[in-house]
């Protein structure tokens, strides 16, 4: 008698682990389905990440149809979830400079303006230091 128990509840046993496995991989699999991916895909064959930011975004806000007239990128030493933040300023003209903060996830970049929780406060990334003549 007690060995049909102990069978029977390592059987019972078992099965909720099976159960519950199954229930894990087909919700992480139907987390990838349905769920359009954020940001857009790089553009194909530039190796130079902050290259492949400053031509994809300046691509995409011209299909959207905006003037745009020049795309600059550096990476400003700030990371988002373990990845360097590239921000890009976008001249749209008579002077209207944008920044756009963003960070290339599985092969998108992904701007601040599709997820805002990536940080693109003021920085001095890039900027060169006021040097006045010594007054000797």
Known sequence: ???LRRRTWLALLG???LAAAAGVFAFVDHAGHGRAQPGVALVEGIRNPVQAADRT???ELRSQHLTVQDVVCIRNGRAYRGHPIIRCNVNFGDPHVVA???VILAGRL???QQDPSIPCKPDLAGSKPLLFP???
């Open 100 to 102: 756009y903060c963003s």
């Open 134 to 136: 010594s007054s000797q």
């Open 110 to 112: 992904v701007t601040n």
């Open 57 to 59: 975004l300046s691509l």
């Open 15 to 17: 099965v909720s682990l």
């Open 1 to 3: 008698m007690r060995s």
